[in-house]
Nanobody, 126 residues
Framework: QVQLVESGGGLVQAGGSLRLSCAAS????????MGWFRQATGKEREFVAA????????YYADSVKGRFTISRDNAKNTVFLQMTSLKREDTAVYYC???????????????????WGQGTQVTVSS
């Protein structure tokens, strides 16, 4: 199994930017599809973005499209989430996820993903 550790979270003002990282260990992520989810207090975990193992396909939630960018560096075994134009409603714990399969119809569900990190807190203030 691959172990995932997120970092880069913090406190930022609305309109600002953050870049989250998800560092993998134990196995190379080069054959894993990777995703980002978030969970705000009192809410269910929701899909943010996903990227195919090759980096050739990306997929975003409508709420972040045009503001967030998912990318990966397989040589560094790391996945990134660049977040810009942050809003208060982006405040949440952000989780990295990994899985070997790629199904556009299913990958929005947290249940689809097999491996998870521990999360990193992002707080956007007004």
């Amino acid at each position: 199994q691959v172990q995932l550790v997120e970092s880069g979270g913090g406190l930022v003002q609305a309109g600002g930017s953050l870049r989250l990282s998800c560092a993998a260990s134990g196995r190379t992520i080069s054959r894993y599809n990777m995703g980002w989810f978030r969970q705000a207090t009192g809410k269910e975990r929701e899909f943010v973005a996903a990227i195919r193992w090759s980096g050739g396909n990306t997929y975003y939630a409508d709420s972040v499209k045009g503001r967030f960018t998912i990318s990966r560096d397989n040589a560094k075994n790391t996945v990134f989430l660049q977040m810009t134009s942050l809003k208060r409603e982006d405040t949440a714990v952000y989780y990295c996820a990994a899985d070997h399969s790629w199904n556009i119809l299913a990958l929005r569900s947290p249940n689809y993903w097999g491996q998870w990190g521990q999360g990193t807190q992002v707080t956007v203030s007004s």
